[in-house]
Structures are given as C-alpha cells and as structure tokens.
Nanobody, 123 residues
C-alpha cells in the first residue's frame, strides 16, 4: 500500500501556471505507476499523466494537451504536476494516485489515492 498526500492547489486565473506536489510513502515503490487524475463535478475521472516510479517514463492523456508535465523526485519521494496556461475547464479536484500493472496487460489498477487538492481557475 502507498500513502499519498497532495498539496499546491488553489484559486488561480485563466492563463496562470500552478504546480501540484504529492508526497509518497510506501515500500516497493519501484513496482508502481504514479499518476494524476482529476474529477470535476458531473464529469468522469480524467487521467492526466502517469509516470513509472522506477525509471521515470511518462504517459499523457489527451486532456494534458501539452500543458501539463508530470515528474518525480526519486530521492525525495515526491511526484509533481506542472500545469500551465490554465483554463476554467481545468477546475477540478486533483488526485495523486498509485497503482500496480495487471500482469500481461497494459492496464494499471490505481488502488491508492490521496485526499485530493482543489484547483479552481477563474475566467
């Protein structure tokens, strides 16, 4: 099991940048994928970006649109999401999540979630 704690959310204006942080605790982290997922009212959860803890390989969902960058600090056990050119439609609760791959597939079960951090983008 992995414990995750997000920080860095807040109220920003359209066009602003914001970086979210996630403190990671747990054993066997090299087996895990870390990701950022957001959930807006009335919308399905949206996987923005994923990073392999062991080697830092990244994957981005369509919603990232080249505006979001995921990174991790291996020594500090931190994961980050740098967001730029924010838009009102980016308003959501952002979650740091961790999961293990399903053997023989490309699917990841994100079973561990942080408490979430609210990002609100005003127009």
């Amino acid at each position: 099991q992995v414990q995750l704690a997000e920080s860095g959310g807040g109220l920003v204006q359209t066009g602003d940048s914001l970086t979210l942080s996630c403190a990671v605790r747990g054993r066997g982290l090299n087996a895990y994928y870390m990701a950022w997922v957001r959930r807006a009212p009335g919308k399905d959860r949206d996987l923005l970006a994923r990073i392999t803890w062991r080697d830092g390989r990244t994957f981005y969902g369509d919603s990232a649109e080249g505006r979001f960058v995921i990174s991790r600090d291996y020594a500090k056990n931190m994961v980050y999401l740098q967001m730029s050119n924010l838009k009102p439609e980016d308003t959501a609760v952002y979650y740091c999540v961790a999961g293990l791959p399903v053997f023989g597939t490309t699917h990841v079960n994100y079973d561990d979630w942080g408490q979430g951090t609210q990002v609100t983008v005003s127009s």
